[in-house]
């Protein structure tokens, strides 16, 4: 089907919906028969339980809601649905409010066996079609979506055999011919094939590397070697970023056994790092870790052999069901909230023909692929690995995780050349000379720090030096360089540095042409740079379009440059995420998460917070979605009078009608120059009198602050690996007479997440698309979320109608 005739449809269905949608508390209809007027949804939870399970829960319920079904919670899994009664239970509205930031899953989950068998299936279609639920959305692993499809494909004969048994009524056998499945993969293990994140991995990461972070200071205290056990009995995905997010000095999972003789490599590895000045060491193994010939590699027998082969203090941490635990991270309640609400517009886009869909991430867009085509993928990694055929299990698990391994293995390099560690003893007349063997890279940090800018540095430092270049680290930006504080940095010299928040070399919000062009120029040549790599936000971007237009005026600019996008605000064009956004949505969620607690013991309150981004609404958006926000107002959605006055009645209503006892209202700090903050809460305090009452809060700097997230530090590594090898080729191919000139926009780049792939793109082509007076791209895709938040908020405005259906439509484009 063609994208318009899908929008078509789409809108038809829609708008039918829309004459059988409830007011406010009252959803759905029935008509005179009996029956619903409209689709009958069931949710559950299967198998082990992760974060974010939640929020997809909730926006199952919403969405449906707001789509004009009924919803009912199926508690327990499929044992719940087996065993019928109290386990199936309508969902209201406000049933759902609260528990986003919840860990776990509100409505139970177990295994069943009674399921696996006829007699208990036909138990669960009975308990189904008796309600009229004949669509079901499944949040498990691969083995509850097996089970699901398998129902599914019964489905018309056990409503045949019921029919025959009297149980079902002819009716009923007619309303209830055929089912429709839609999953969503919720595992932190991020085993499953077909999405590139599956629901509860992020927040997992999170609770690993929050263990090492503090395991790690009582381990440099005393010299001692920690070997920690993660989840991952059958995907060592959890391990291996984690690895690359804590500077682990090693890692062990399944699909990736360690070659040759591991065992004294380890050691060999260890031992020169202590050399070095290294007080701790950190090995990460996944519970389901082997050797090449298939034996178990567990955490106690790494232990053994550090503690008799070197005489380290060695203890060993198994972090267990702590990985489950806690609150989900900001990208789980987004990802669940995102394919929740994909799941019921599949649900309702399905016809008694359509195959069993699983809804997947794909870079940034939810998609909808085939539930057993990926099942049968996920199951033929573990064949490879059955079969030692480890090369083949990489490839399956995806680009992405191989992206990740090849990096690993690159940072995990036993030392550099011992002739290029001179950041360990730095010479005294930094002469930085120049020849073909030993050329200079530079790095520098521009505009506000971020969290993930010391990850990148770290990664581009290691591996410039381990491909034979001498790293130079330029402080405070172009000030630092202007006064000549320019450094070799060294090997040891940026240990820790990916889990430290801020900006370790210093930086400044300034423009290359706030300093001096010349200058510059002039600092270029003395320090002999051959790549400059600037890391920084949209400061860095404009600069390096400055130097690259400058170029013909000053030779010293003719060589290779790239910008890594490091940004809060996510406001860079050329890439979907900046690097440090991620971290300053997990601060505001949490931050929210906070205040709204504080008014449990007082009803009726609406918060009002003002979050960073400049005139760019990524923050306020994302967060308003990961928090649970009732509005986001943000400069590129205008504000208008009319808007406020339809959130002041959105909030009454909510609060006197749905059960609902607190609001949140977030706005962007630059998004209207008169309705300021102070304004917002002045407004819906006057107009919430006798109804709520009003709390602003200003987060500033708080959202810059903090330890960079685990996305961050991962994202960070593996941008700066592959600015490396972008700079290698440049310098090599474009070597004259000693000397690296290039003129070419191919040479004067941005590197940024486009989709599910990193691409460089000319800061020139870049230049058409942005808007430099208020520092945006002219194009961004986050915005298509904007009706979500709404429909998530119980908004029933007609205009967002048709948004959220244009929405759906520029994605199926976009696939």
Same mark, same amino acid.
């Given at each position: 089907m063609s994208a318009p005739e899908a929008g078509s449809r789409r809108h038809?269905?829609?708008? +039918?919906?829309? =004459?059988?949608?409830?007011?406010?508390?009252?959803?759905?209809?029935?008509?005179?028969?009996?029956?619903?007027?409209?689709?009958v949804i069931g949710v559950f939870t299967s198998g082990g339980d992760s974060q974010g399970m939640n929020g997809a829960v909730r926006a199952v319920v919403r969405m449906g809601f707001y789509l004009g079904c009924k919803v009912?919670?199926?508690?327990?899994?499929?044992?719940?649905?087996?065993?019928?009664?109290?386990?199936?239970?309508?969902?209201?509205?406000?049933?759902? =409010?609260?528990?986003?930031?919840?860990?776990?899953?509100?409505?139970?989950?177990?295994?069943?066996?009674?399921?696996?068998?006829?007699?208990?299936?036909?138990?669960?279609?009975?308990?189904?079609?008796?309600?009229?639920?004949?669509?079901?959305?499944?949040?498990?692993?691969?083995?509850?979506l097996t089970g699901a499809n398998l129902f599914r494909m019964e489905w018309a004969d056990l409503v045949k055999e019921l029919g025959e048994t009297g149980k079902l009524t002819t009716e009923e056998q007619s309303r209830c011919g055929h089912l429709n499945i839609v999953g969503m993969v919720g595992s932190i293990d991020n085993d499953f094939c077909g999405t590139d994140m599956t629901i509860g991995v992020d927040s997992a990461l999170h609770r690993i590397i929050e263990a090492v972070d503090a395991i790690s200071t009582t381990a440099s205290s005393h010299q001692r070697a920690f070997v920690m056990e993660v989840m991952g009995r059958h995907?060592?995905?959890?391990?291996?970023?984690?690895?690359?997010a804590c500077e682990a000095d090693w890692v062990f999972i399944p699909e990736w056994p360690p070659e040759g003789d591991w065992e004294e490599t380890l050691c060999n590895k260890l031992a020169s790092e202590r050399k070095l000045g290294q007080r701790l060491n950190i090995i990460l193994v996944a519970e389901g870790a082997v050797d090449r010939q298939g034996n178990a590699i567990t955490a106690d027998a790494v232990k053994n052999l550090l503690t008799e082969k070197l005489k380290y203090d060695t203890r060993v941490t198994v972090l267990g069901h702590v990985q489950r635990g806690?609150?989900?991270?900001?990208?789980? +309640?987004?990802?669940? =909230?995102?394919?929740?609400?994909?799941?019921?517009?599949?649900?309702?886009?399905?016809?008694?023909?359509?195959?069993?869909?699983?809804?997947?991430l794909e870079g940034n867009q939810t998609v909808r692929v085939p539930l057993m085509e990926c099942v049968n993928r996920t199951q033929d990694v573990q064949k490879a690995m059955d079969a030692k055929n480890f090369e083949e299990a990489v490839r399956l698990r995806g680009r992405s995780f191989q992206n990740n391994l090849t990096t690993y293995r690159m940072l995990s390099k036993l030392r550099p050349?011992?002739?290029?560690?001179?950041?360990? &003893?730095?010479?005294?007349? &930094?002469?930085?000379?120049?020849?073909?063997?030993h050329r200079n890279l530079a790095v520098v940090n521009i505009g506000a720090p971020a969290c993930g800018m010391n990850a990148a540095v770290r990664s581009f430092v290691r591996l410039g030096l381990t491909q034979g270049y001498r790293v130079l680290g330029i402080q405070d930006s172009f000030d630092g360089l202007i006064a000549g504080r320019v450094r070799p940095m060294g090997w040891t010299q940026v240990h820790g540095?990916?889990?430290?928040?801020?900006?370790?070399?210093g930086t400044k919000k300034q423009l290359a042409s706030d300093v001096s062009m010349g200058g510059i120029a002039e600092k270029l040549r003395e320090f002999k740079i051959d790549g400059l790599l600037i890391v920084g936000g949209f400061e860095a971007f404009h600069s390096l379009f400055q130097l690259y237009q400058a170029r013909e005026q000053y030779p010293a600019f003719c060589i290779p440059m790239c910008v890594i996008p490091c940004t809060i605000s996510n406001n860079v064009p050329g890439t979907d995420f900046s690097l440090g956004a991620d971290t300053a949505l997990n601060e505001i969620s949490d931050i929210c998460d906070r205040i709204k607690q504080s008014a449990t013991g007082t009803k009726r309150r609406v918060f009002v917070v003002e979050t960073m981004g400049g005139f760019c609404g990524y923050l306020a958006t994302m967060s308003g979605l990961a928090a649970g926000a009732d509005a986001a107002y943000i400069y590129e959605d205008k504000i208008t009078i009319s808007k406020l006055r339809d959130d002041v009645f959105h909030l009454k209503d909510k609060i006197l009608n749905a059960g609902v006892q607190r609001g949140l209202i977030l706005r962007n700090e630059c998004a209207n120059a008169n309705y300021t903050t102070e304004f917002i809460n002045q407004l819906f305090a006057e107009e919430g009198k006798g109804v709520f009452s009003v709390r602003m809060n200003v987060?500033?700097?708080?959202?810059?602050?903090?330890?960079?997230?685990?996305?961050?530090?991962?994202?960070?590594?593996?941008?700066?690996?592959?600015?490396?090898?972008?700079?290698?080729?440049?310098?090599?191919?474009?070597?004259?007479?000693?000397r690296v000139m290039v003129k070419s926009p191919e040479c004067f780049v941005l590197l940024g997440m486009q989709k599910r792939r990193l691409e460089f793109s000319p800061v020139c082509d870049l230049a058409i698309d942005t808007d430099f007076d208020n520092r945006l791209p002219l194009v961004q895709w986050w915005l298509k979320l904007r009706p979500l938040l709404r429909i998530m908020a119980k908004h029933t405005t007609e205009t967002y109608t048709m948004d959220v259906e244009e929405a759906h439509v520029s994605e199926m484009d976009k696939e």
């Open positions: 038809a269905e829609l708008s +039918r919906r829309e =004459s059988v949608m409830a007011t406010p508390g009252k959803e759905g209809q029935v008509i005179a028969n009996g029956a619903w007027a409209g689709n009912y919670f199926i508690k327990e899994g499929y044992e719940g649905m087996v065993a019928g009664g109290d386990n199936i239970e309508e969902a209201t509205w406000s049933s759902v =409010s609260g528990i986003l930031q919840l860990g776990g899953t509100v409505i139970g989950s177990a295994r069943s066996k009674k399921f696996r068998e006829r007699p208990g299936r036909l138990s669960a279609a009975e308990n189904l079609i008796k309600r009229g639920i004949t669509n079901l959305v499944v949040i498990g692993g691969d083995g509850s995907c060592g995905y959890l391990a291996l970023v984690a690895a690359l806690g609150s989900p991270s900001a990208f789980d +309640r987004i990802l669940g =909230s995102r394919m929740g609400a994909e799941a019921v517009l599949a649900l309702m886009d399905a016809k008694a023909e359509t195959p069993a869909c699983v809804v997947s050349p011992t002739s290029l560690c001179v950041g360990e &003893h730095p010479p005294q007349d &930094h002469s930085f000379k120049t020849d073909q063997d540095w990916a889990g430290k928040g801020g900006s370790l070399l987060l500033g700097h708080m959202q810059q602050g903090g330890v960079p997230s685990p996305f961050d530090r991962n994202y960070g590594t593996k941008m700066a690996a592959k600015c490396v090898a972008w700079f290698k080729e440049r310098i090599e191919t474009n070597l004259k007479d000693g």
